[in-house]
């Protein structure tokens, strides 16, 4: 499953450049296309806010 962003995100962008495939796009929180995420779980051990948690 991918990774989804929580309500936590500041929108501090550190996971947009952590991302290998692109999956994350911008706006006032962040958020992960599902059909892009490869499930790595780089955004998630970068995120400064522990906004990024894996799916369900
Ligand atoms: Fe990108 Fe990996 Fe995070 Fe998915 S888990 S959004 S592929 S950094």
Excluded: H, R
């Excluded at 499953?1 to 929180?29: K, L």
């Excluded at 992960?32 to 948690?53: F, R, Y």
């Amino acid at each position: 499953m991918a990774y989804v962003i929580t309500d936590n995100c500041v929108a501090c962008g550190t996971c947009i450049s952590a991302c290998p495939v692109e999956a994350i796009s911008e706006g006032d929180i962040y958020k992960i296309d599902p059909d892009t995420c490869i499930d790595c779980g780089t955004c998630a051990e970068n995120c400064p806010s522990e906004a990024i948690v894996p799916g369900e």
